[in-house]
């Protein structure tokens, strides 16, 4: 799998890619991300890529012209799935979007920045829009890792014990169970004792009413979804 970043700021994100999970799977040869300065891809003498809104509204926004050379030029060397933009209005990401996203090949991230982009980009050359929350960033580079972090973690082989990513919280759309580790008792705060029986079977059905009682405690939303 590969991922490209397409971002006006390109170095707030070199240390995430060059470290963890990221790092990781690229040494492995599972997947890699590659940054792609829009900066780059503009004629501009001062490499801006943005202007003033037509309407006179406020803000400024990023322009077609060099988004539509990068995207061009890297679909130009391989075939993409997904063209996504990140932006506070798209469809929330959600674990099954990451599940989704990580069994296909290569994806191209647009990291949106400033008032947002020329709608013509996300009419014409996006695939996707996908939202981390409903709030707003000041650009979509922390989005772009999130979505690239949550994907690339699910690649077959990345994570050496691949059963902890399928436990995760949101699997099931559901919230996992309490986990504990040892002191087995700490300032007289025990651990479960189901936890010590050595059942395995009475210990898979704790967890699952515990997950199934988290859930509807902290969020009932995702059992509607069931």
Known sequence: MRIDIISVLPEMLEG??????????????????????????TN??????DDYPFGGQAGMVMQIE???????QLKSERDYDEVIFTS???EPLTQRIANDLSLGGNLIIL????????????????TREISVGDYVLTGGELPAAIIADAVIRLVPGVISDEQSALSDC??????????????????????????????????????????VERTKKLRPDLLKRK
């Open 16 to 41: 995430f890619v060059h470290e963890s999970i990221l790092a990781r799977a690229e040494k492995k040869g599972l997947a890699e991300v590659r940054l792609h300065n829009l900066r780059d891809y």
């Open 44 to 49: 501009d003498k001062w490499r801006r890529v």
């Open 66 to 72: 060099p988004i539509d050379r990068c995207i061009s």
């Open 88 to 90: 506070p209005d798209g």
């Open 111 to 126: 990291a949106g920045h400033y008032k947002g982009v020329d709608h013509r980009v996300r009419e014409h050359l996006i």
């Open 170 to 211: 949101f699997q099931d759309d559901m919230l996992s169970a309490p986990i504990y580790t040892r002191p087995r008792e700490y300032k007289g705060w025990a651990v479960p004792d189901i936890l010590l029986s050595g059942n395995e079977a009475k210990i898979r059905e704790w967890e699952f009413e515990q997950a």
